[in-house]
């Protein structure tokens, strides 16, 4: 165990239904239902590799596992938190939970469907610790540029980033990973952020983005009124909208900095307040060789590729 350790949750919840597909995954074959126990490897649950994996990483403790009481209550390794709603509300209530446990502070969030390499999860928590304090982390994962190296997992939607030190943009993918100051962030946005952008995953940017922000207005314009009626500015909505969109749009166009896709998100996801009283504070979102917090289990053939069987 080293000196610095994160408490975890593992999001373990049932997908209820298959997700979409986009056009170069539809030969494919999504799996529902609840991956964790579901799919096996070796024989094991899913979950019980994936915590071992996390444990070998020596950058986590405790680990609580969040899903559904009945598929966890005979975890091998790991506290379970019974939970069985959409992906934002087992968010909440994973975070809620920790939170009480441990108070203010950092956390990190990771799914039940990735295999994660320790040393590449060491390396990548390492950066975070390098970096600290922080309001929010989320590695992107650098993809090679020809999805067939990806084997199975080359369907999966990539964005384009130019990283600092370059000039270039390059194709990465989502981290399965995030750590952040449980206090900095505007929790309730981000739960209901959370389960839209779970519904429209695999689908184009610029559609998530005028799905989310339809659905998300009403919650914006109410936070703000709460701002006016304590003399407060009402820049919530304003914030949110015009860094959301932009950053979107620029993603689109392959032209956005990591420097510009960091200040976003630190727009949205970090109260005002908290960004007020503590201005050297930043989002990071490093470019990194981490593939194994990428490739998560999505479909029947990444499945097999890791020598799984499912349910």
Known sequence: MTSKSVPLIVLGGSDRRPAYMPPGGRSKHPLAGI????????GRPLIDVVIERLRQASVFDPIYVAGPGHAYRSLSDGVSIDT?????????????????????????????DIVPDPDEMQTVVTDFWDHSPLDFFFPLIEAPRDPKRLG?????????????????????????????????????????????GYRTRNRPILYRN???????????????????????????????????????????????????????LRRMFIKRR????????????????????????????EALAFGAVTA
């Open 35 to 42: 991956k964790g126990v579901d799919v096996k490897i070796g």
């Open 84 to 112: 069985d709603g959409g992906f934002g509300r087992n968010i909440q209530v994973g975070v809620e939970t920790a939170r009480r446990l441990h108070g203010d502070g950092p956390l990190a969030i990771t799914t039940c």
């Open 210 to 264: 005028a799905y989310m922000a339809r659905r998300l207005l009403w919650i914006m314009l109410v936070q703000d009124f709460i701002h006016i009626l304590n003399l407060r500015l009402p820049t919530f909505t304003w914030d949110t909208l015009l860094s959301g969109t932009r950053a979107a749009r620029r993603l689109k166009e392959k032209v956005i900095q990591q420097s510009e896709l960091e200040l976003a």
């Open 152 to 196: 199975e997992s080359g369907w999966k939607p990539q964005y384009h980033v130019k990283p600092e030190e370059t000039s270039e943009p390059v194709p990465v993918l989502p981290g399965h990973l995030a750590i952040f100051d449980s206090a900095a962030l505007r929790w309730k946005f981000i739960y209901r952020l959370m389960d839209l």
């Open 274 to 301: 908290h960004r007020r009283k503590y201005p050297e504070r930043r989002v990071r979102m490093p470019v990194v060789d981490a593939m194994s917090l990428a490739r998560d289990i999505d479909t029947q053939e």
